[in-house]
């Protein structure tokens, strides 16, 4: 379901959080590989930032007892823009209220997909001003080069697991202004997969089926370097580190990525973005379809024969336990009888295999 | 002057046309090293675009007994948008009228700049389609690569000269919407250039002051690589094949555009980008303003020392006999006296010098 | 065994030669994709040469009914080294004989390793000389960079399989002064390959044990690029040809190749080496050994899970039908009683599925 | 005056010592932003190595009154190849003496170029050991890579200014088995500079004809990375932490080497090598000779107009008061009356004008 005329709305992703056991780790995590830095501390939250990030922040780590996301964040492209949307959002139903504000940025208004996933609306946000120290001659940069690990530039995307894919979707696009610039489909025409964005970038917002039957999980948060061979050097200091690449460097046939996976110690996936991809200028785009043979190059375009399959199942909150049948295997049953949580530690071992 | 509300009724950069007193020559250098493809050929006109531009073409060259900017072409993000500029193109004065449409677009609306650059803005537009063995599985991608040249992936901008950079600027502010992402200015907070989007990219149109004083010339077109490695590439075809490089590869600070500069065989200059620059999705975002000591690092960032002076005052149509004084010389009397106009090749042939 | 002084009469890897069973199909694989040049034809022979090969050529395709390598040529580091050469290696029982020579290259002494690949060592080399047009002011590069696919710039390596790899390594050793940089060890510490050079590069042969327990044939040849961005280029180039990229570009462990695999048409395997490796320059290096847990890394350090099951048993000349029980299984039973040649054709697509 | 025979004795350029007047400001300069270790301190000396150089150190900083070269250190290919040069260096005169060894290697003869410069040859070597911590599963990289800088990967080579280039070359040539693979010549046939090696690099050691006519000094000393991207990323911590980038990144026509050029904060110049450049494995290559209107590209291939002046004077120590007439001027006499030296940091101001 397509709006009549395009809307201008939203301008962009502008922050997402994440929560996180082990928020000391996952802080030092995209401190010290990633070459973020730390914004603000405030309660259970650390807020961080990469460094052409021109906002005050644009992740914020939630101490939690398991990991996934806390919510993502949208900037609206002026006030009354966000009055347009807060007005629509609370008339379809999805709405919760308005939140004073949060650091760095204003008055927000909350809401939930119909998956579940909580998002935010705002428009007044605070800029980030480097300490003199950190200023550049560079001057549409916000900070010099951070001078630790291999540094991310800024926030690119996020990518949801959704029990219903298109469902999510849908509301991406009628309520948000969201245009499908790429999709997967099943043989039957079901969305598998939608690459989502407002900007000319080929997503902001993806949204995978979860194949656990899930609601309102996360699949990975991702930040952009924009060079290739960042992908390469950042590998060498993850591997050297005990960090486990799930996938990459590869590239994608969606969206054109050259990308790598990895979970951050707190058991969030996290993708590394390291080219342009493509951007998409055209108004009036044809959403890309992927099915049947296609899809093989979808997913893996150069690089790697194929992804694991823990990539297509492993989302946070983690829910191994509800892992269903696999190639075409029964499910196990002593497993679907031990309901318990599976700790983010163990999900990550097993992630790793 | 700027709108109160953003304006969004232009989507985005969409063709070019240039002049060309050798057009089978520069068809071959945009063929051949570009490895840009012919779409079509009508009148004097030939029709080209790079392997990821999705419509029917990008760049039109037409043959014509000087160099220059034949017209650039916006597209709308609607019909209805399209309406609304043409309106208020009118009613500012600005308007020439409607044409049918051109090979590759439905009907246009002509305009100009203040400063006489014709412009077009249209909606309805042809898509290429691929020829069967010219398909590629990579779907968000309307043709293989080709195989020649260092092939550019997509037009990006074009650079303006105008006698009045700030008169030029606030028009596609105040008409089009474009955004003022980074400004030059000098001592007196003239504008010496500017660059503007609608995009997310840093800029689709720039202006630059013209050091001649004259109206509505071309400064460069620009086509996208994406990968710094293609401008080592390219310039290793360029050189050993007799072009001159005129600057770059090298890396502004403006815009952080990996770059290099080289002017085709007709005259016109044209720009390759490198790598991916930064994109600005900040709604609000604060112009950049460069000057005084921080002109330097704005204009080179990283790669050589400064740029050749011709990068300042050469454009298409050449003027080269109006140079003004350089270097602390007094014009030079016998050239002023003789107003022919320097042919593109005696002006091309100084340009490399 | 080593020798006790190190032996410096070998200088490099010159030539080498591949027999294919589609000739004309190879040539154009290697001209059209890779960017080589036709040197001479003669016989039934082509010779060809990459732009940055100071040589008259590096690559002889011989028309033949199978794949497989013909010949390797090593060139001498004198002509008093090449007698050196010959005479060790007549009487240690090698040597074949002298022969007048070849297209680009004065006589040279044949011999074959104690697994029955032919080599040959020369000393009396003729230089690529370039065409008028086809020079450079590059002085150090024989001729300019070609405008067809994403050109290799010189020859880099053999890969040999052998029945016997310690036995191979140790003639290289002993006769000819090969160093083994790396080693792969089974258990038992017995040779699964080993990478050799005369040169400062980490490999100029390498020998891996054939699962098949042929004799005498070969793995693969490689050219190289120097820049990891050419893999990305020339993978888009082949993928969209519809050639099967086996592996890669991913880096290697062994070596620290950034890398991709391919077949061309003859069934020959080509490896495109990216970027520099890393060197070796001390004369005493104690040989890099990988076995037990740290094989994985061996073979893979970035950028793809694992090799496919084919690049450890598909050599040329293909020998599929023996191939021994994959996985677990029981050899196939029909097939190991069909003793006649599976094509070329045949194994090359059995290789890429 | 070429050897009859090659000659194999020096094995490659295995370590430097270059004196610095501000000892702690250099180190910190090779440690946070080339990411080099210290590996000893000693006496006055601090002992640094890059994360790929296998041998104890690769370079020695000794705190001295001026900048400039303390010596370079060739390893021999075995202990009699050590025997055999120092037996030759003995009786042609050039010899200094034994020394009992220094930190990371054994025993080594002293002796000096004909122009002064301190050298020393050595085999017994001390290889370094990785603490646990920094150990790293690619076993043929001795330690993991530091997080820290952009960090260089190995000891290149070094350039050295002399008052008479043809004599210190053929006194490496003839001493010490070094090839001549490139040359600049004046009008007269004269070196202006060469570029000499006993490896496949296109050189270990580079001679260039002192413009001051000095004795001794030191041009450059270079590191490697082997990605040309490394340049942009090092370029950006450089500019941005406020050092002078002299020149580049750029690409030499000579040894085809991608670079860019530093001084440290002891005044010694920095050359940062960027890609692989090329290799000679050619044992009778013909030397490259640029010369005339050759000369230029020899000196840039890509990516700037021209080197400053100061690279073609400025050496350590520094003399900068006996800089002759440049672009036209007479000496100013002030100048060239007060004979003082230059402190370091005064020429180094002076270099970044």
Same mark, same amino acid.
């Given at each position: 379901?397509?709006?009549?005329?395009?809307?201008?709305?939203?301008?962009?992703?502008?922050?997402?959080?994440?929560?996180?056991?082990?928020?000391?780790?996952?802080?030092?995590?995209?401190?010290?590989?990633?070459?973020?830095?730390?914004?603000?501390?405030?309660?259970?939250?650390?807020?961080?930032?990469?460094?052409?990030?021109?906002?005050?922040?644009?992740?914020?780590?939630?101490?939690?007892?398991?990991?996934?996301?806390?919510?993502?964040?949208?900037?609206?492209?002026?006030?009354?823009?966000?009055?347009?949307?807060?007005?629509?959002?609370?008339?379809?139903?999805?709405?919760?209220?308005?939140?004073?504000?949060?650091?760095?940025?204003?008055?927000?208004?909350?809401?939930?997909?119909?998956?579940?996933?909580?998002?935010?609306?705002?428009?007044?946000?605070?800029?980030?001003?480097?300490?003199?120290?950190?200023?550049?001659?560079?001057?549409?940069?916000?900070?010099?080069? !951070?001078?630790?690990?291999?540094?991310?530039?800024?926030?690119?995307?996020?990518?949801?697991?959704?029990?219903?894919?298109?469902?999510?979707?849908?509301?991406?696009?009628?309520?948000?202004?969201?245009?499908?610039?790429?999709?997967?489909?099943?043989?039957?025409?079901?969305?598998?997969?939608?690459?989502?964005?407002?900007?000319?970038?080929?997503?902001?917002?993806?949204?995978?089926?979860?194949?656990?039957?899930?609601?309102?999980?996360?699949?990975?948060?991702?930040?952009?370097?924009?060079?290739?061979?960042?992908?390469?050097?950042?590998?060498?200091?993850?591997?050297?580190?005990?960090?486990?690449?799930?996938?990459? !460097?590869?590239?994608?046939?969606?969206?054109?990525?050259?990308?790598?996976?990895?979970?951050?110690?707190?058991?969030?996936?996290?993708?590394?973005?390291?080219?342009?991809?493509?951007?998409?200028?055209?108004?009036?785009?044809?959403?890309?379809?992927?099915?049947?043979?296609?899809?093989?190059?979808?997913?893996?375009?150069?690089?790697?024969?194929?992804?694991?399959?823990?990539?297509?199942?492993?989302?946070?909150?983690?829910?191994?336990?509800?892992?269903?049948?696999?190639?075409?295997?029964? !499910?196990?049953?002593?497993?679907?009888?031990?309901?318990?949580?599976?700790?983010?530690?163990?999900?990550?071992?097993?992630?790793?295999?």
């Amino acid at each position: 379901m397509k709006r009549e005329e395009p809307l201008f709305d939203v301008a962009q992703l502008a922050h997402l959080e994440i929560y996180s056991p082990k928020i000391e780790e996952s802080v030092a995590f995209f401190r010290e590989i990633l070459g973020m830095s730390v914004a603000a501390r405030e309660g259970k939250s650390v807020y961080m930032r990469a460094y052409e990030d021109h906002y005050h922040n644009t992740l914020k780590i939630t101490d939690h007892h398991e990991a996934g996301l806390g919510h993502l964040s949208l900037r609206a492209t002026s006030p009354n823009a966000l009055e347009r949307r807060v007005k629509e959002l609370e008339e379809k139903g999805y709405g919760i209220g308005w939140i004073d504000g949060d650091v760095g940025h204003g008055p927000a208004y909350q809401f939930k997909s119909p998956d579940g996933h909580l998002m935010e609306i705002f428009y007044e946000v605070e800029y980030f001003e480097a300490p003199e120290e950190e200023k550049t001659k560079l001057l549409n940069r916000p900070q010099r080069r !951070p001078n630790i690990g291999v540094p991310v530039r800024r926030l690119d995307h996020i990518n949801l697991l959704s029990s219903n894919p298109r469902e999510t979707v849908e509301f991406l696009e009628a309520l948000l202004g969201f245009k499908v610039n790429e999709r997967i489909l099943d043989e039957d025409n079901n969305d598998i997969a939608a690459w989502t964005s407002v900007t000319n970038l080929a997503h902001d917002i993806a949204v995978m089926g979860d194949a656990l039957g899930e609601k309102g999980r996360l699949h990975h948060i991702c930040y952009w370097y924009g060079y290739p061979q960042s992908l390469t050097d950042v590998s060498d200091l993850l591997i050297e580190r005990g960090f486990e690449i799930e996938a990459g !460097p590869l590239k994608h046939g969606v969206s054109q990525a050259s990308c790598l996976y990895v979970c951050e110690p707190g058991g969030n996936r996290v993708e590394l973005f390291g080219d342009a991809g493509y951007l998409i200028f055209d108004p009036d785009w044809k959403t890309v379809e992927w099915k049947g043979e296609d899809l093989q190059k979808a997913i893996i375009w150069q690089g790697a024969a194929e992804l694991p399959a823990d990539f297509f199942r492993y989302g946070t909150p983690v829910r191994e336990e509800k892992v269903p049948a696999i190639a075409g295997q029964a !499910p196990i049953e002593e497993e679907t009888e031990d309901v318990r949580s599976v700790t983010v530690e163990e999900s990550k071992e097993q992630a790793k295999v």
